[in-house]
Structure formats: structure tokens, C-alpha cells
């Protein structure tokens, strides 16, 4: 490939390397989405991030830190909006209230990852979930019920 064929589908390297986040993650957490599975669509993303330690921690550690957190917020937006929408389907909550809660919860959680990689990953995917799934035990139903109008 040359250097006009990469600018003319990339503006920049950092591009590309949103683009292969979103890509490969987004795709693999597809099944996994709903209330009965975030914990599993969790699991397959720090799997994934732990499969590009390489990628990842390079990433934290360069300019590109903004784009892994971007990709992180936004795998984990999409994970936490479905499971948000299912909790709160028959309780009268509004778009913006819920989009909050999600907002809240993909941040949280994508600090905790950051941490994770800054701290070389040396922390087991499984124990990482384990933790988040313990202090979230029931937590979505909570902060959608406090939404209720």
C-alpha cells in the first residue's frame, strides 16, 4: 500500500488504529449485550485487549492514550446501552437519564481498564471481571429504578 492509498481511507495512523479497535472489538462483543451477558461481552473485551498487550500498551503509552480511551468508551457504551434499555424497558425513564446512567458506568469501567493496562495487565481478565460483576451486582436495576419518574 502506498501513502496516498492510506490517506485516502485514514487521516492519520491513529485513525487507522481507532478503526482496528472498533472493528475487531465491537464485532466480538455482538452476542453478548444483553442484562443475562455483559458480564461475558466484559470478559471478551479485556480478552481482547490483553490478545494486543503489545498494541494496547504502546497505545496507553503514546499519543494515542485518547484513542484507546475513545475505543474503550465506546465498546463499553455499546455493551452498557443495551443492558440499560433491557433493565429499564418497563419503567418510565427518559433517553437522557438513561444515556447518563450508561455514560457513567462506561466511564467507570474504562478507567478501571486504563488502570489495568497502565499497570501492565498483570491482573487476570477473570479477576478483573469478578470484581467489576461483585460491585455491580444488581447496581444497573438500582440506578435505572433512582432514574424512575
Not at 484507546?68 to 425513564?93: C, G, H, P, T, Y
Not at 457513567?104 to 474504562?110: E, T
Not at 471481571?129 to 440506578?143: E, K, P, Q
Request: hydrophobic share 40%.
Amino acid at each position: 500500500m502506498n501513502r496516498q492509498t492510506f490517506y485516502y481511507h485514514f487521516q492519520d495512523i491513529y485513525d487507522l488504529l481507532g478503526w482496528i479497535y472498533i472493528t475487531e472489538a465491537l464485532g466480538a462483543i455482538q452476542n453478548n449485550k444483553s442484562y443475562a451477558t455483559w458480564q461475558q461481552g466484559l470478559l471478551i473485551i479485556l480478552e481482547y485487549v490483553e490478545s494486543n498487550k503489545a498494541l494496547c500498551m504502546n497505545t496507553c503509552r503514546s499519543l494515542g492514550k485518547e484513542h484507546l480511551e475513545m475505543f474503550l468508551n465506546q465498546v463499553l457504551f455499546e455493551l452498557l446501552s443495551n443492558v440499560i434499555n433491557e433493565v429499564s424497558d418497563s419503567r418510565a425513564i427518559s433517553e437522557k437519564d438513561k444515556t447518563f446512567i450508561v455514560q457513567f458506568y462506561s466511564h467507570a469501567f474504562a478507567g478501571t481498564l486504563l488502570d489495568w493496562i497502565e499497570d501492565g495487565m498483570k491482573t487476570p481478565c477473570e479477576a478483573i471481571v469478578n470484581h467489576i460483576i461483585r460491585l455491580m451486582d444488581g447496581r444497573f436495576m438500582d440506578a435505572v429504578e433512582r432514574f424512575k419518574n
